[in-house]
């Protein structure tokens, strides 16, 4: 595999139990190889108290090494590190009674090439791209409810609360034949990538999570949305991967960011307005206010004076002839 020369993006990763549940069953990663590729992998694990645990961090610690050393084309490669993890995490359930049963859904988003990612999933753990404002979902998960969905059987809001909308189709360890989907994406710059599990996605409304990805720097996006999944009550492990294609220097935007913006406005708030004038300026202003007002003064007094002409025509306020 010969280097290639990528645009560097910027990631990042948060992972969060969430208020409900007792142990965290998701896992994530973040992989580059010498090759200049890079890599983020989600996955939330299922089956037993143990199992599920064991499931995802299998599963993406095998993704991330397989995609570390794969000498194949971006697609060929990602299938064989979900095969690999599939077989691995397979091994490990017949060899320990406590993990029997384990599996875990996985979404990876593999950057190989300048302007294309590849996103390759099983399960309902999910991609998407925030363009432009709007966030466009990348996958289409492999679920039950999802399947009654895209049959017309059922609407969003009804497989929103389905009894079977945990019940995934495909999954890591479900059996040894594993049907991974796998697309190619074009990138942008400015595009920021978007790979979560359930916990997010099945609390947190559509336009909340564009709100919170809005945010810069990216620490303060993923912080947002693991906090809006835990405002929204918590009720699963929550995983956030971002991942930002930087925008050229010269088309970054000149305003402050969040962070820089908040400052100066706690700044202004506990500043005196006099501090930020220099003293010069103040003297200049005081004097032409003395000037303009005794020149006010001398000119009221003639128009007042019983010499003057046209008097009561120059004041305002009289009805005119
Ligand atoms: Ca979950």
Not at 299 to 310: C, Q, Y
């Amino acid at each position: 595999m010969s280097e290639i020369a990528l645009t560097p993006v910027e990631v990042t990763s948060l992972s969060d139990i969430g208020r409900v549940r007792t142990n965290n069953q998701d896992a994530c990663g973040e992989f580059a190889n010498d090759a200049g590729w890079r890599a983020l992998v989600v996955a939330d694990g299922m089956g037993g108290h143990r199992g599920g645990e064991v499931a995802s961090r299998i599963a993406v610690d095998t993704i991330g090494q397989m995609l570390g050393t794969s000498h194949d084309a971006p697609e060929r490669s990602l299938r064989n590190a979900f095969l690999a993890a599939n077989e691995r995490v397979l091994e490990v359930a017949d060899s320990d009674p406590r993990c029997a049963g384990m599996g875990t859904t996985a979404v990876a988003l593999l950057f190989a090439a300048e302007g294309q990612a590849w996103v390759a999933h099983v399960g309902d753990s999910r991609a998407y791209v925030y363009r432009g404002g709007e966030l466009i979902a990348l996958t289409a998960d492999h679920s039950y409810v999802a399947e009654l969905q895209r049959r017309g059987f059922i609407s969003p809001a009804e497989a929103a609360v389905h009894p079977r909308r945990n019940e995934v189709l495909r999954s890591i360890g479900g059996e040894p034949y594993l049907d991974v989907e796998i697309r190619g994406v074009d990138t942008f710059p400015g595009d920021c990538f978007l790979l979560c599990t359930d916990g997010l996605w099945g609390c947190v409304p559509e336009s909340e999570m564009v709100a919170a990805l809005a945010r810069t720097p990216l620490e303060e996006a993923v912080r947002m949305l693991v906090e809006l999944a835990n405002r929204h009550g918590g009720p699963d492990n929550v995983t956030v991967q971002l991942a930002r294609i930087p925008e050229p220097a010269s088309a970054a935007p000149e305003t402050p960011t969040r962070g820089e913006a908040d400052e100066a406005s706690a700044e202004e708030a506990y500043t005196s307005p006099w501090s930020r004038i220099p003293p010069a300026a103040i003297g200049a202003s005081l004097l032409a206010a003395i000037l303009v007002a005794a020149f006010l003064w001398v000119h009221f007094a003639r128009e007042n004076s019983p010499n003057a002409h046209g008097a009561a025509a120059s004041q305002p306020g009289k009805d005119r002839p």
